[in-house]
């Protein structure tokens, strides 16, 4: 690489002092990037017109993995060539599922030229796309037959973490679908209804939580607000399964009173303002006080719910229970002891 050479002649005297400043090296990564930058996408790997017809406003996402429907590669495939380059192309989509797809050989032909092209031109941060290049360089090295090299191995960023917390969250949320239908489908029409109203209230309250309790000053605050959520919402439907198979709670007017008084001693105990709250970003004792009222509404439509599916619970059994839980949510936002 060329050099650049500073001299400084000295005020007295006619030495000079004589500097070297280089650029910095190309990296391997880099000269990777350009080695692959010219090579060509397979024009019989390109959607046909009936293809491009049939695919329109399709997911790519979601046909290589399979989240919603069957896994479909090569539909994948030839929706990700539809996604490249429109202006909404989607983190999971375009280039992105076409890295994948050609370095899995997984609805096309492996092809790691083609695989490594994609990861240079996708972005990211500097150190995600240097080891993801250096990834697929290393598989092509060793000649590397399997399937499941992914986007998110070689993630480093809050900003991509989200999105791959994302992923994984629409996987579980299918999951806990199928688990919810499984026990809709015994239920009678009134309990049906009686869910729905419930999960309304479960909804709200969930995504309040992620909003409005959890700290969001990073740039992994996506992923932790994601797996917030994700957490209430498996807690929720094992809750249910539990409750489905006669593991329902029961506790005494008293106990009511103990738990609910205990409630209300921590709610009373957070700062307000919280200690972090000139943080932006961070949780606020307002933010405190608007999910509690929600939870509230929350907590009022299990009683709701119970009543018409499980009558032989007392709403202070309910109230017990979910009390419980908040509370030990609330301490989150009290003082470290010293």
Not at 36 to 52: I, Q, W
Request: a negative charge; charged letters at 25%; one cysteine or more.
């Amino acid at each position: 690489m060329p050099r650049v050479y500073l001299c400084l002649l000295l005020l007295f005297g006619m030495s000079a002092l004589c500097q070297t400043a280089s650029t910095a090296p190309e990296e391997h990564w880099q000269r990777l990037c350009k080695e692959f930058e010219h090579v060509k996408l397979p024009d019989a790997d390109r959607p046909s017109a009936g293809a491009k017809q049939a695919l329109a406003h399709c997911d790519s996402a979601d046909l290589y993995y399979g989240i919603t429907r069957p896994a479909d590669p090569v539909k994948a495939r030839q929706c990700a060539y539809l996604e490249m380059g429109t202006d909404h192309e989607p983190a999971f989509g375009g280039q992105t599922m076409l890295m994948m797809v050609y370095a899995n050989g997984k609805g096309a032909t492996r092809n790691f030229d083609i695989a490594i092209k994609m990861a240079c031109e996708i972005g990211g941060a500097p150190a995600e796309i240097s080891s993801r290049v250096e990834h697929l360089a290393q598989l092509k090295e060793e000649h590397w037959s399997g399937y499941n090299f992914d986007l998110c191995d070689d993630v480093t960023s809050g900003y991509m973490s989200g999105f791959c917390a994302g992923l994984q969250e629409d996987f579980k949320e299918q999951k806990r679908s199928t688990r919810l239908k499984a026990m809709l489908a015994r239920w009678g029409t009134e309990e049906r209804q009686a869910f729905h109203d419930l999960q309304q209230a479960e909804d709200e309250y969930v995504r309040t939580v992620g909003k409005l309790e959890v700290d969001h000053s990073g740039s992994y605050r996506a992923s932790i607000e994601i797996q917030a959520e994700s957490t209430l919402k498996e807690e929720f439907v094992l809750a249910l399964e539990q409750f489905e198979q006669g593991k329902l709670p029961h506790f005494s007017q008293a106990e009511f009173a103990q738990v609910n008084d205990e409630l209300n001693a921590v709610y009373k105990a957070i700062p307000r303002p919280l200690e972090y709250e000139d943080v932006p970003g961070m949780p606020t004792a307002e933010g405190v006080r608007k999910t509690e009222m929600v939870w509230i509404r929350y907590r009022d439509a299990w009683v709701e719910f119970g009543r018409k599916k499980y009558p032989q619970v007392s709403a202070e059994s309910w109230k017990t229970w979910l009390t419980r839980d908040r509370t030990e949510m609330l301490k989150a936002f009290l003082p470290d002891k010293p």
